[in-house]
């Protein structure tokens, strides 16, 4: 035999050892049943920006002769912001004056004229027409009045309109101009005229983040959200969703809804721009029995998990028919709801739920039993899956039988569960589910009832307490086919490796491998 043939059989024998160490060690880890806090959040990230930002203008033309603020002050409503060139309202201001003090000296003259005019009138000294332009004069010096003081009073507002005053407290967030930029006034230039400043309010700021349309039925106005940002890493701020925006964005083929999460900023701490990771609270239980997840069996499986845990299947299933029934024993209570009662994507368990009452069952091919909605028969199931399986169309009525079906598993949860593939989108529903717990040092099935879960561990809502410890074994179908691969090794090489046989070690030496005659 050559080297390169020996030393394949070494490694070989060497697999097959190592095999027999792992058989050799535990198949479960036993963890003790604990109260934890659950929260179960969507993610999304997005950025702060304020929740209301004002472009601050004037309504003055002219060279900024005077600025108050810079960028990041905080002011409050009417703070001087900054002044422009006052000359040419203020002379326009003094002639506005000047003509009112004209216009009323007029209209004394014309009211003079008038009572003459009618002292005359009333003599027949003066024609009727000469009354009447008299009248008209003094109406003429009236309107002139008028009219010179709602120019005084324009002139006034643009006197005014030099100082710029802030039209809201907040923050300048941006300056656009400096002493001697000369700007131009909206209400004279068509462009819109010239923006100073850009101020908000950063009392309380928002984000715009985009939930993924897969979690957007779990999050709803009035959630708890806990947002992030790298400036303050250990430092969370809490805010509340504020509403979900009715269109969709679609990036990279992924369809998003935008989602307003309004936060509390009173020391300013948060500014616009910041990048933040938000975690939206769509279910929370405070102080409540659970275990991990990889504790959880389903009929599927439970099976096999007897087996590695060296139990007989069939007593095994006794077992948790007569559990069946007797009542559940609720958890030890204590729960604090801080939420709602629907989860973000995690493995939730929905399989094995025992049967309604009512309606027939049927045994599928994997040995689970499940209800039926009310008047259908197994007979029907059947011949619904077989006129499927051939490629036939289904008739009105099977097609209302196979919609009832469908809405039925989806609201159970399926067949899935862990160890049995198939897991669902959790949703908080109390679901069933199968345990294995040490009791008199022996692992015993035990039913549980299961409510919501993080990716790690689900609440208990009954069947356990705080005394019980749970086993935590690896998936049953992966130690079911590394023992069937052992076997057929085993069956195949008669032990050994084709060709080879083993020849016993004396004391002190290592096992050799010969060539067969």
Same mark, same amino acid.
């Given at each position: 035999m050559n080297t390169s043939t020996r030393a394949a059989a070494y490694l070989l024998l060497a697999g097959v050892a190592a095999c027999s160490k792992t058989q050799s060690a535990p198949m479960y880890e036993a963890i003790p049943v604990e109260r934890r806090t659950l929260v179960v959040s969507a993610s999304a990230s997005g950025a702060i920006e304020p929740v209301l930002t004002v472009d601050v203008k004037s309504k003055a033309s002219g060279e900024i002769i005077e600025m108050q603020v810079q960028t990041g002050d905080d002011v409050k409503a009417g703070q001087l912001l900054a002044a422009i060139d006052p000359r040419i309202p203020r002379n326009s201001l003094a002639q506005a004056q000047a003509n009112l003090a004209v216009a009323e000296a007029q209209l004394a003259n014309a009211k003079a004229q008038l009572d003459r005019a009618d002292t005359l009138y009333k003599t027949q000294a003066i024609? !009727?027409?000469?009354? !009447?332009?008299?009248? #008209?004069?003094?109406?003429?010096a009236n309107a002139a009045v008028i009219r010179a003081r709602t120019d005084l009073e324009n002139a006034r507002d643009r006197m005014t309109d030099t100082r710029i005053r802030a039209p809201l407290a907040g923050t300048i967030i941006a300056k656009n101009v400096e002493l001697g930029t000369v700007i131009s006034s909206p209400t004279t230039d068509v462009g819109g005229g010239t923006i100073l400043f850009k101020m908000a309010n950063l009392d309380t700021v928002q984000i715009r983040t985009l939930v993924d349309e897969t979690d957007i039925g779990k999050v709803q106005p009035g959630l708890v959200a806990t947002i992030t940002v790298d400036a303050y890493p250990s430092r969370p701020f809490e805010g509340t969703v504020l509403k979900i925006e009715p269109q969709a964005t679609v990036q990279q083929n992924v369809t998003m809804?935008? +989602? =307003? +999460? %309004?936060?509390a900023n009173p020391n300013h701490l948060l500014k616009p721009g910041m990048n933040t990771e938000v975690e939206i609270h769509v279910g929370r239980r405070e102080n409540v029995i659970a275990v991990p997840n990889a504790a959880l069996r389903t009929q599927r499986d439970v099976a096999s998990a007897a087996q590695v845990l060296g139990l007989d299947p069939q007593q095994v299933q006794q077992q948790l028919a007569a559990a069946q029934q007797q009542p559940a024993t609720p958890a030890p209570t204590g729960a604090s709801l801080g939420g709602t009662r629907a989860p973000r994507d995690s493995a939730a368990g929905t399989a094995a739920a025992p049967p309604a009452a009512g309606g027939n069952t049927m045994t599928t091919p994997d040995g689970r039993t499940i209800q039926l909605p009310a008047g259908v028969t197994e007979a029907q199931v059947l011949a619904i899956r077989q006129k499927r399986m051939s490629g036939q169309d289904l008739t009105p009525a099977e097609q209302a039988i196979q919609r009832q079906l469908m809405s039925q598993f989806q609201t159970r949860g399926g067949a899935g569960g862990p160890g049995g593939g198939g897991l669902r989108r959790a949703t908080g529903e109390v679901t069933s589910y199968i345990v294995f717990v040490l009791r008199n040092g022996t692992p015993t099935p035990l039913q549980i009832r299961t409510g919501l879960t993080d990716l790690d561990y689900i609440e208990v809502v009954s069947g356990l307490t705080e005394q019980d410890t749970v086993l935590v074994m690896p998936s049953a179908s992966l130690l079911n086919a590394q023992r069937d691969? %052992? !076997?057929?090794? %085993?069956? +195949?090489?008669? *032990? *050994? #490796?084709? *060709? =080879? /046989?083993? /020849?016993q070690p004396t004391t002190g030496q290592r096992p050799q491998a010969q060539t067969r005659p």
């Open positions: 024609t !009727e027409t000469e009354y !009447e332009n008299a009248k #008209l004069g003094y109406a003429n809804f935008p +989602v =307003l +999460v %309004r936060i691969m %052992r !076997e057929r090794m %085993r069956n +195949v090489t008669g *032990g *050994g #490796l084709p *060709g =080879l /046989q083993q /020849q």
